[in-house]
Nanobody, 117 residues
Framework: VQLQASGGGSVQAGGSLRLSCAAS????????VGWFRRAPGNEREFLAR????????GIADSVKGRFTISRDKAENAVYLLMNNLIPEDTAVYYC???????????WGQGTLVTVSS
């Protein structure tokens, strides 16, 4: 499955962005889709995941209460809604997909989010 992440941009602290992850070539059926980010000088960080079939979600403690993951089956897309952004959220954000309980093997190209104070 090929993934396309979009929706990044520049916002001021306190603002919101919604990132989108679209699949080309097939649907997300039977996949778990996740969002990650990598800030300059940092390791890649897991943010959220959603089971496409079940709709079950998991959110990292570091962003719980501010970030929400969701899916739209009609659009074949997964979204990451980010509220109350802070400068520390500045990073390249990636979506990834894993088939069932396997590791995330499919990655999108990343979308840059810049939060200014």
């Amino acid at each position: 499955v090929q993934l396309q992440a979009s929706g990044g941009g520049s916002v001021q602290a306190g603002g919101s962005l919604r990132l989108s992850c679209a699949a080309s070539g097939r649907t997300f059926s039977n996949y778990v889709v996740g969002w990650f980010r990598r800030a300059p000088g940092n390791e890649r960080e897991f943010l959220a995941r959603i089971g496409w079939n079940s709709g079950r979600t998991g959110i990292a403690d570091s962003v719980k209460g501010r970030f929400t993951i969701s899916r739209d089956k009609a659009e074949n897309a997964v979204y990451l809604l980010m509220n109350n952004l802070i400068p520390e959220d500045t990073a390249v954000y990636y979506c990834a997909a894993a088939l069932g309980a396997t590791q995330f093997a499919y990655w999108g190209q990343g979308t840059l989010v810049t939060v200014s104070s």
